[in-house]
Nanobody, 117 residues
Framework: DVQLQASGGGLVQAGGSLRLSCAAS????????IGWFRQAPGKEREGVSC????????YYVDSVKDRFTISRDNVKRTVFLQMNSLKPEDTAVYYC??????????WGRGTLVTVSS
């Protein structure tokens, strides 16, 4: 079974840092994109960042550029989102996602990030 297990959320003060992890299992090839979405209260879910397992190409939404860094450990099949200089507007539930692998989207359980001002 394909599974995505996210961890690393928590409460942090503005300006602080957190690192999210997403452990992927069940993928039989390295030809997918994996990344993070987030959903703040009362807002739509938005894509935050993603990385390709085939060429390590990355994407960041403008609001997190220069603050967040996505990386992966290919051996452990784990993706990390290092979040620095956190702002209250980063508060959201963060979801690990693999879109359109073998015609299916995969989601992990959300992990809550709360940034206090």
């Amino acid at each position: 079974d394909v599974q995505l297990q996210a961890s690393g959320g928590g409460l942090v003060q503005a300006g602080g840092s957190l690192r999210l992890s997403c452990a992927a299992s069940g993928f039989t090839s390295d030809d997918y994109t994996i990344g993070w979405f987030r959903q703040a209260p009362g807002k739509e879910r938005e894509g935050v960042s993603c990385i390709s397992t085939s060429d390590d190409a990355t994407y960041y939404v403008d609001s997190v550029k220069d603050r967040f860094t996505i990386s992966r450990d290919n051996v452990k099949r784990t993706v990390f989102l290092q979040m620095n200089s956190l702002k209250p507007e980063d508060t959201a539930v963060y979801y690990c996602n693999v879109p359109n692998w073998r015609s299916r989207d995969y989601w992990g359980r959300g992990t809550l990030v709360t940034v206090s001002s």
